[in-house]
């Protein structure tokens, strides 16, 4: 299943890339970076899984030092400062941010499964997702940052937090939300979620993406137009038709049938990561692998809501599928880890 999703994706990159002329460069690099993350998977998996636990804090360490080295030395990308540029290539720290999250988040967990209702988890676990949060805030990234904040509230509910608990969180997030409307976001953040709600009120400006990716998705119908012939995304019609909406592509090119049989294998994937955890025999193996999921789910979820228009457009990269060498990467490593607490090698 996530080997056919990385393949979907480096093909339709691929057929973007000679659809519009250009030397297929993007291809060539989502192949580096899947030789890359090919070895990091084989080596993950075949780490004691008492590695990660013991190295947990670590990892976030790392992470949170490369996010604030980033905001000093890293490179404007399309309005955010959040990549590194390494010769030819880039690298983006909040991706492997998301592994080291999944890791410190598990190992906290299970250090403290016996008080895992208790609000100092609460506020413990809360803390530990706010500082990458508000560094990537800064670069800004929002999309990147309202995906780790969904990460947490989806890991309060696996590990069943008090509901009062919850339902405080939810409205500090309310007022927050309104405050930042008012003091934070920047006019096209404003834009972007006026779209959301009303696409048509400026669908030559803010609203012009969603509305090429929704024809894109119509436009394939059943069978869809074939590889390389969309109007939409081979026309240049449809920006960032690589990365932000390599679904919209894929559904122009291959239709409804193409769509569900992708659809079908990130579901069959979300099955394989939950057949893992009824088997885990570990506090910390369990945490790992549901938080996996929920990462991995979360984006996946992001991306295709935004593509369809059910989501507002965020910049969240479809995982395995869409362009971009730090996602692929980090998502195979963190599928590796996840492997590797599904052996159980201690």
């Known amino acids: 299943d996530a080997l056919w999703l990385i393949a979907i994706g480096i093909i339709t ?25 090919f070895a990091l998977f084989a080596i993950a998996s075949g780490v004691a899984a008492n590695f990660y636990r013991a190295t947990a804090h670590l990892w976030y360490v790392v992470g949170i030092a490369a996010l604030i080295a980033v905001l000093i030395f890293g490179t404007v990308i399309r309005g955010t400062r959040g990549w590194f540029q ?14 080291a999250l999944v890791l410190v988040f598990a190992a906290f967990a299970s250090r403290q499964r016996h ?12 803390f530990l997702v706010a500082v990458p949060m508000a560094l ?12 780790l904040g969904l990460f947490w509230f989806c890991m309060m509910l696996v590990v069943r937090a008090r509901a009062r608990y919850v339902v405080s969180l939810i409205a500090l997030v309310a007022v927050g939300s309104t405050m930042a409307w008012f003091f934070v976001l920047q006019p096209y953040q404003k834009d972007r979620l006026v779209t959301f709600i009303d696409p048509a009120h400026d669908p030559l400006g803010a609203g012009y993406n969603i ?39 894929i559904a122009e090119a291959f239709g409804l049938i193409g769509s569900l049989i992708v659809v079908g294998s990130f579901v069959l994937l979300w099955y394989r990561l939950i057949r893992m955890m009824t088997r885990a025999t570990d506090d910390f193996h369990l945490f790992v692998l549901s938080g996996a999921l929920v990462m991995l789910a979360g984006q996946w979820m992001v991306n295709l809501g935004a593509t369809i228009g059910l989501l507002p457009v965020t910049g969240v990269p479809m995982p395995l599928v869409s362009y971009g060498g730090s996602s692929l990467v980090a998502t195979l490593l963190l599928l590796g880890i996840a492997e590797s607490m599904h052996l159980g090698k201690r």
Not at 136 to 143: A, E, L, N, S
């Open 136 to 147: 990537t805030i800064m670069q800004p990234d929002f999309g990147s940052a309202m995906l």
């Open 86 to 99: 390494i010769g030819g290539f880039s690298l983006q720290p909040i991706e492997f941010m998301k592994v």
């Open 115 to 126: 008080a895992l209702k208790h609000f100092s988890f609460f506020l413990g676990s809360a």
């Open 211 to 249: 509305t090429q990716s929704i024809i894109a998705v119509g436009s394939g119908r059943f069978l869809g137009r074939g590889l390389g012939l969309g109007s939409q995304s081979q026309l240049r019609f449809l920006p960032e038709s690589h990365t932000d909406f390599i679904f919209a592509v």
């Open 13 to 37: 990159i691929w057929s973007v890339d000679v659809a519009r002329g250009g030397d297929v460069a993007n291809g060539k690099r989502q192949l580096f970076a899947l030789a890359i993350g």
